[in-house]
């Protein structure tokens, strides 16, 4: 989206698709496993995520988090290509986050849920990285498309956040919020992204699901 001449912005209205997690299950040797929160627990877990990365002297402040990396997949030629692309960040120099009573609290594919199911000892996991897979494509396509020639652009991402009406009367609209993923994805563009001039978080407490009400 172009504005005044100079400035290109860029602005994505989060969903719970731009949440995934990377957990480790509490029992024994597990290999790690991917999960995404599910709807009442969306703002929950992910503030938790937040408040693990602030820095102890200024609650405004995120420390300096290491970055996950991926090498994309090319279904043109069925293997994975020779570079990687930043995915979100890994939460290995922060405090532990844990996740109890998990499989209440978290969504898994389903060959991961059933294994889950039979191991009755498992109650919690940790969540060692956090991914952005949607924002993950779109920057670098954004920023590829942007046309520097003659005069530097500064460059805006505006993340729209919100919170949807649940279809069980009894949960809160609250706990699906999206609010604290577009925190964890500020940090994550500001510090892997040096070209991006700024990153505007707007929340909103209207339906998350409706464009119109949202922007």
Avoid at 96 to 123: A, C, G, H, M, Q
């Amino acid at each position: 989206m172009h504005a005044e001449a100079g400035v290109e912005i860029l602005l994505h209205n989060l969903s719970h698709s731009d949440l995934v997690l990377e957990c480790t299950p509490d029992c024994g040797e597990s290999k790690p496993i991917m999960a995404r929160p599910k709807f009442s627990h969306f703002r929950g877990i992910s503030e938790q995520i937040w408040s693990s990365t602030i820095s102890h002297t200024d609650n405004s402040t995120c420390r300096e988090l290491g970055v996950s990396y991926m090498k994309p997949y090319s279904r043109t030629q069925k293997d994975y290509l020779d570079y990687q692309v930043p995915i979100g960040i890994s939460l290995d120099k922060v405090q532990p986050v844990i996740v109890d009573d998990l499989l209440s609290s978290l969504r898994f594919r389903s060959n991961d849920y059933l294994k889950l199911l039979e191991n009755k000892d498992t109650n919690s996991c940790t969540i060692n990285s956090v991914h952005f897979p949607l924002i993950a494509l779109l920057i670098p396509k954004w920023l590829a498309n942007i046309d520097d020639s003659g005069k530097m652009k500064k460059k805006v991402v505006v993340l729209v956040s919100g919170r949807g009406t649940p279809s069980n009367e009894s949960m809160r609209m609250l706990d699906n919020s999206t609010k604290y993923t577009g925190r964890l994805i500020e940090q994550f563009l500001l510090q892997e992204y040096p070209e991006i001039s700024e990153v505007q978080l707007l929340h909103s407490t209207t339906n998350l699901f409706r464009y119109d009400e949202n922007i």
